[in-house]
């Protein structure tokens, strides 16, 4: 038996958890290939960026547009306690409002879950039950503050954070956007070349989040990042340091205006955690 948290969408772990038994691993249709297929390598340190002089001049950023997102992924977790590699992920958003995904591994569904701009619900399919957060409480009890935009941000590598930019530094090859969000302060390094963002670091008290973006491919005319891999770093309560690194690959990304269908609903049988 194979014990693996439910993410909050890509790795913002809750205390659900989701049991799969272990099943031969079905052949999986050739689609776009996405290096690094194993599983995310724990993150020790959080790596820097060369801060460059501060500027106020503006600085343009090609932002991914679209209408819905229809993609297959591949989604690996780790923790001091748990890990998952190359849990199979299916996706459909409608850009600034929903998020809707299954998961699962060995052919097995595990868990359903759809996202708003209001809350974030989680069935387990396996255990019939099913988890259901506001922002606000997700934000209390992870001890940074999350918000849609951030888990839309992991999928399509948009800014996370959309305060005003106070301070922008410039050098060659870094840009550096800083932001503020009530207590979270926020950097966000940009290259000037290709004018998208390939980092994100934010920090609140003792927790510390890092977001990485790689493999950027044309869809659409658009550049998009084939690969993620956020880093949450924090304390226990005993004070001990924690670490949770998460990755995503995409393997097949369709950026559409044909309108998708987000099916989701909760048995009346499942109880709620």
């Excluded at 194979?2 to 890509?10: E, N, P």
């Excluded at 799969?20 to 691993?25: E, G, N, W």
């Excluded at 090609?62 to 199979?88: C, H, M, P, Q, W």
């Amino acid at each position: 038996m194979k014990h693996w948290f439910v993410s909050l969408f890509l790795g913002i772990v809750l205390s659900t958890t989701v049991s799969c038994k272990r099943q031969k691993t079905r052949k999986s249709v050739p689609m776009a290939r996405v290096d690094s297929a194993s599983g995310p390598t724990e993150v020790t340190k959080l790596p820097t960026i060369r801060t460059p002089e501060a500027t106020s001049e503006k600085v343009a950023i090609d932002e991914v547009d679209f209408t819905y997102l229809v993609a297959r992924s591949k989604v690996s977790f780790r923790s001091k306690a748990d890990g998952i590699d190359n849990a199979d992920l299916t996706l459909r958003m409608k850009k600034d409002s929903l998020i809707w995904f299954t998961a699962g591994q060995f052919g097995i569904t595990g868990a359903r879950g759809r996202i708003t701009r209001d809350s974030v619900t989680i069935v387990d399919v396996l255990h019939r039950s099913y988890t259901q957060l506001s922002f606000p409480q997700l934000s209390a009890r992870l001890g940074i503050e999350v918000s849609y935009d951030l888990l839309q941000s992991i999928i399509i590598g948009s800014m996370p954070w959309k305060t005003q930019i106070e301070q922008i530094q410039k050098d060659s090859s870094t840009h550096v956007l800083r932001q503020r969000s009530g207590p979270v302060q926020i950097a966000n390094y940009l290259n000037p070349a290709t004018r998208k963002i390939v980092q994100v670091e934010a920090s609140e008290g003792s927790r510390h989040l890092l977001l990485s973006f790689q493999d950027f491919t044309t869809i659409e005319r658009f550049l998009f990042p084939l690969s993620s891999t956020l880093t949450l770093e924090g304390k226990t309560g005993t004070g001990s340091p924690q670490q949770t690194v998460v990755e995503l690959r995409h393997r097949k990304v369709e950026l559409t205006n044909q309108v998708q269908t987000f099916p989701f609903s909760i048995p009346s049988r499942y109880t709620r955690n």
